[in-house]
Nanobody
Framework: QVRLVESGGGLVQAGGSLRLSCTIS????????MGWFRRAPGKEREFVAT????????YYGDSVRGRFTISRDTAKNTMDLQMNSLNPEDTAVYYC??????????????????????WGQGIQVTVSS
């Protein structure tokens, strides 16, 4: 019954910016964590960023740290990913993910996709050179 919907993808030139949004619905309580993963053609899904819902602690994958910023609106159950200084290597389908279970997520596991319970359908981000 949990539904995650991504929006805001598209085409952008290298060096430009794009902002993705994710809306979660179908539950009466907030998720524990929400995050972003991405998958380029022929590659496995890669961790991008995650945020703890209660405190807003942020964690980033090595490839995006310093360029991307994750945020959330706890009142609206939405999550955004501000992507700056984009390069063609950022081209991928981006997936919104949510962790619903009340069990605490260890910091070392925040980027493990199997720790997340629900996923959006993905949205395309294409960065041209």
């Amino acid at each position: 019954q949990v539904r995650l919907v991504e929006s805001g993808g598209g085409l952008v030139q290298a060096g430009g910016s794009l902002r993705l949004s994710c809306t979660i619905s179908g539950r009466t309580f907030s998720p524990n964590h929400m995050g972003w993963f991405r998958r380029a053609p022929g590659k496995e899904r890669e961790f991008v960023a995650t945020i703890t819902w209660a405190f807003g602690n942020r964690y980033y994958g090595d490839s995006v740290r310093g360029r991307f910023t994750i945020s959330r609106d706890t009142a609206k159950n939405t999550m955004d990913l501000q992507m700056n200084s984009l390069n063609p290597e950022d081209t991928a389908v981006y997936y919104c993910a949510a962790r619903i279970t009340s069990q605490a997520l260890l910091v070392r596991n925040v980027g493990v996709e199997t720790e997340y319970d629900y996923w959006g359908q993905g949205i395309q981000v294409t960065v041209s050179s």
